[in-house]
């Protein structure tokens, strides 16, 4: 079988040019993902120094020859940064520019200094394995379903691009020099080229995945939780509440329900304006956050009003959690603009014991508790099946 090198080479930035214009399509419309313009900017520095090189001459000027391996070396940095944005990290552009610098140089040493097409071959294949080995390790992450589908195929893709950079350093080591040139006409360094080529196809289809599933992450998010606190909205409540309550109908558990509302809050919103009270709101949530468990659900469920369902937790159990919330909130000192802004809350808890599992009848008894505990003077926590627990701060 015989295929045409500077064929495969001007498929390749083919592919790239297109890698490029997904990228840059995708750029325009989500803002919010990060990453996306710096594989768009790789995938078009790998398309221009990959179409260049199939068309160079020795008779090319000294800075046109060296611009080649400097492009095509900024892109493979440029996607190893694009990883990096996607993840949340800080861009490490040092890697860009050690990248494009070190393929440069090896390329000029080998290749016009030595005139070594074998060795500048090997050298710049060795560096391209390297490039994408550290990109697939920065690709191995813990993510739930579909991103993980999209995390193991970009990693599998730049396993194999580094695979088959590696095996072609080692075939043109086994070598003869006197067999080798740069566009070398055989049937192993072509068939590594549609590899490569096919791999860097896969690559790009597994970028835009991980853009498009962050999209939709990103969008399940918006539509579940509360844009202000980021507690789950009341939707997304009664869904996860409608679970929970069907699991512990079957087993017998317990469930529990927290009704809480900060005291005052018109006062905060009043005297120091919606911005001050949607920051005593964050500022609330967060501490919840930070209390309750990762199988409990804590929603924002009216204004100034938080549900928590508690499960394998009795009124006992969900009261002692109130408690501490009550006087932790009490002890919170928020800084605002020149002020410190400091209030209470008050607390209903009821359980499924005596009340069953619709979740109704068990929000409602909390409410009720909550009402008893504002009427009875606020800062203070109420259970629906005895009278007032805690004390006033």
Same mark, same amino acid.
């Given at each position: 079988?015989k295929?045409?090198?500077?064929?495969?080479?001007?498929?390749l930035?083919?592919?790239?040019?297109?890698?490029?214009?997904?990228?840059?399509?995708i750029?325009?419309?989500?803002?919010?993902?990060?990453g996306?313009?710096? +594989?768009?900017f790789g995938?078009?520095?790998?398309?221009?120094?990959?179409?260049?090189?199939?068309?160079?001459?020795?008779? +090319?000027?000294? +800075?046109?020859?060296?611009?080649?391996?400097?492009?095509?070396?900024?892109?493979?940095?440029?996607?190893?940064?694009?990883?990096?944005?996607f993840?949340g990290?800080r861009?490490?552009? #040092?890697?860009?520019? #050690?990248?494009?610098?070190?393929?440069?140089?090896?390329?000029?040493?080998?290749?016009?200094?030595?005139?070594?097409v074998?060795?500048? !071959?090997? &050298?710049?294949?060795?560096?391209?394995s390297? !490039?994408f080995?550290?990109?697939a390790?920065?690709?191995? !992450?813990?993510?739930?379903?579909?991103l993980? @589908?999209?995390y193991?195929?970009?990693t599998?893709?730049?396993?194999?691009?580094?695979?088959?950079?590696?095996?072609?350093? !080692?075939?043109?080591?086994?070598?003869p020099?006197q067999?080798?040139?740069?566009?070398?006409q055989?049937?192993?360094?072509?068939?590594?080229?549609?590899?490569?080529?096919?791999?860097?196809?896969?690559?790009?289809l597994?970028? *835009?995945?991980?853009?498009?599933?962050r999209?939709?992450?990103?969008?399940?998010?918006?539509?579940?939780?509360?844009?202000?606190t980021?507690?789950?909205?009341?939707r997304r409540?009664?869904?996860?509440?409608?679970?929970?309550?069907?699991?512990?109908?079957?087993t017998?558990?317990t469930?529990s *329900?927290?009704?809480?509302? *900060?005291d005052?809050?018109?006062?905060?919103?009043?005297?120091?304006g919606?911005?001050?009270?949607?920051?005593?709101?964050?500022?609330?949530?967060?501490?919840?956050q930070a209390?309750i468990?990762?199988?409990?659900?804590? &929603?924002?469920?009216?204004?100034?009003?938080?549900?928590?369902?508690? &499960?394998?937790?009795?009124?006992?159990?969900?009261a002692q959690?109130?408690?501490?919330?009550r006087?932790?909130? @009490?002890?919170?000192?928020?800084? #605002?603009?020149?002020?410190?802004?400091?209030?209470?809350?008050?607390?209903?808890?009821?359980?499924?014991?005596?009340?069953?599992?619709?979740?109704?009848?068990?929000?409602? &008894?909390?409410?009720?508790?909550?009402?008893? @505990?504002?009427?009875?003077?606020?800062?203070?926590?109420?259970?629906?099946?005895?009278?007032?627990?805690?004390?006033s701060?």
């Amino acid at each position: 079988m015989k295929l045409d090198v500077r064929t495969i080479m001007l498929m390749l930035s083919g592919i790239n040019l297109l890698g490029a214009g997904m990228m840059a399509l995708i750029s325009f419309h989500a803002d919010n993902i990060r990453g996306v313009r710096q +594989w768009a900017f790789g995938h078009c520095c790998m398309c221009l120094g990959i179409f260049i090189s199939t068309q160079m001459s020795p008779e +090319w000027p000294l +800075w046109l020859i060296a611009s080649v391996p400097l492009i095509t070396g900024c892109g493979f940095g440029l996607i190893f940064n694009g990883i990096e944005a996607f993840k949340g990290k800080r861009c490490h552009y #040092w890697v860009t520019a #050690w990248v494009g610098l070190q393929m440069m140089a090896q390329s000029l040493w080998f290749g016009v200094m030595h005139d070594d097409v074998r060795m500048t !071959v090997i &050298a710049n294949s060795l560096l391209v394995s390297a !490039v994408f080995a550290a990109g697939a390790l920065n690709l191995r !992450v813990k993510t739930t379903q579909p991103l993980r @589908a999209a995390y193991i195929l970009a990693t599998s893709s730049f396993s194999f691009i580094a695979l088959m950079s590696l095996l072609r350093a !080692v075939n043109i080591m086994r070598t003869p020099a006197q067999e080798i040139s740069l566009f070398a006409q055989g049937n192993v360094n072509p068939i590594f080229l549609v590899l490569g080529g096919l791999s860097q196809l896969s690559i790009s289809l597994s970028l *835009v995945l991980l853009i498009t599933f962050r999209l939709v992450s990103d969008l399940r998010e918006q539509a579940s939780h509360d844009s202000l606190t980021g507690a789950l909205n009341r939707r997304r409540f009664e869904d996860e509440a409608g679970r929970l309550l069907a699991r512990a109908a079957r087993t017998g558990d317990t469930l529990s *329900v927290i009704m809480i509302d *900060v005291d005052f809050f018109k006062r905060v919103n009043d005297f120091h304006g919606h911005q001050a009270g949607d920051e005593v709101l964050r500022r609330l949530a967060s501490l919840l956050q930070a209390v309750i468990r990762s199988e409990d659900c804590l &929603a924002r469920y009216g204004g100034e009003e938080f549900c928590i369902l508690l &499960a394998g937790t009795n009124e006992q159990g969900a009261a002692q959690l109130a408690e501490r919330v009550r006087q932790l909130y @009490a002890e919170l000192q928020i800084k #605002w603009k020149n002020e410190i802004l400091q209030s209470t809350l008050s607390a209903g808890v009821a359980d499924t014991s005596k009340l069953g599992t619709d979740l109704d009848t068990l929000v409602g &008894a909390a409410d009720h508790a909550l009402y008893k @505990a504002k009427n009875a003077g606020r800062n203070r926590i109420a259970l629906h099946s005895e009278g007032m627990q805690g004390s006033s701060g």
